[in-house]
């Protein structure tokens, strides 16, 4: 289907993650999707042995790249997708890295599977802790399919982010080097939105991508894309990757004062600090 208005949800975990809903079943996903309007859901957790079963005994293909539940007139799509966290080490420091990975196809993420297996533990977690480089995560997905994409998740976390100040970088190219050219997109998290990450100009060649990252069925959708494009796994990520007003709508927003990292703090001693003063502090 061309030229529709395509509200996606791209990051989302399944019963195999720590600290998930049990109630997040494909099932449940397509329902509350309709209730909230939202067109495209990420799968999450591909890589989970258990939950790419399922997603090959529930689903089938409806647009190319796209699923549906079977035997069910239901208008909701899925989208192959998982975030992986990386644990290793690099130019001196232990890196803490979290990714989103998309899969234009099942037997893409089988590839990306198989090759994941092979590098370390993907039973134990529907978000695999893997010590493995995210550059070397996105030459994974590309072998397995030259459509594949992946982004940054929730690139200023702290601790487990692209940017974090406890285990990042301080340049993309730091992380990605020869593969930076591949990486078009980036995740603004629930505590920032892309208005805060439009004022740092060397991020001003990637579109910002807005997910829940939701653990239970009632905050799907908190964070969103909205997009003009073609019901299609190219469809949605050409209209990303163009970063076109038109075909990259806007974002749906959590208030980013809300989230968890907008602001220093310790929830336990009730402490919340400004960005001046931390400074004052000196961290």
């Known amino acids: 289907m061309r030229g529709m208005k395509i509200i996606a949800d791209l990051h989302i975990h399944s019963p195999y993650s720590r600290a998930v809903s049990k109630e997040m079943t494909l099932e449940n996903l397509d329902h509350w999707a309709r209730l909230k309007g939202i067109t495209v859901m990420g799968t ?16 089938e293909v409806a647009e190319a790249g796209l699923y549906k539940l079977k035997a069910k007139d239901s208008k909701v799509r899925f989208l192959l997708t998982v975030e992986i966290s990386s644990i290793y080490y690099k130019g001196g420091r232990v890196r803490r890295i ?18 994941l297996n092979v590098r370390g533990n993907i039973k134990s977690d529907g978000r695999p802790i893997l010590g493995i480089d995210p550059k070397d995560i996105l030459k994974i997905a ?11 998740a929730h690139i200023w976390t ?19 080097e020869e593969y930076t050219k591949h990486i078009f997109a980036l995740e603004t998290g629930l505590s920032s939105d892309p208005a805060m990450n ?11 991508i807005s997910n829940s990252d939701s653990h239970s069925l009632r905050r799907i959708g908190r964070e969103a894309n909205i997009l003009d494009a073609d019901l299609s796994y190219r469809g949605i ?16 927003e959590f208030f980013p004062e809300e989230g968890m990292y907008h602001f220093d703090g310790h ?7 400004t960005p001046e003063e931390t400074k004052k502090l000196h961290n």
């Open 98 to 115: 979290h990714s989103l990975v998309f899969a234009p196809s099942i037997e893409a993420s089988e590839k990306i599977n198989a090759a």
């Open 158 to 176: 702290p601790w487990f982010a692209l940017f974090g100040s406890k285990s990042g970088f301080e340049r993309i190219e730091e992380c990605f």
């Open 198 to 208: 439009w004022r740092v100009s060397a991020l001003d060649h990637f579109a910002f």
């Open 267 to 273: 929830r336990v001693c009730s402490a919340r600090l």
């Open 44 to 59: 999450g957790d591909f890589t989970h042995p258990a939950w790419i079963r399922e997603i090959k005994a529930k689903l």
């Open 237 to 252: 990520m050409d209209a990303i990757r163009s970063r076109d007003p038109k075909q990259f709508l806007s974002t749906v």
């Open 142 to 152: 590309l072998d397995a399919d030259p459509q594949c994409a992946l982004v940054p």
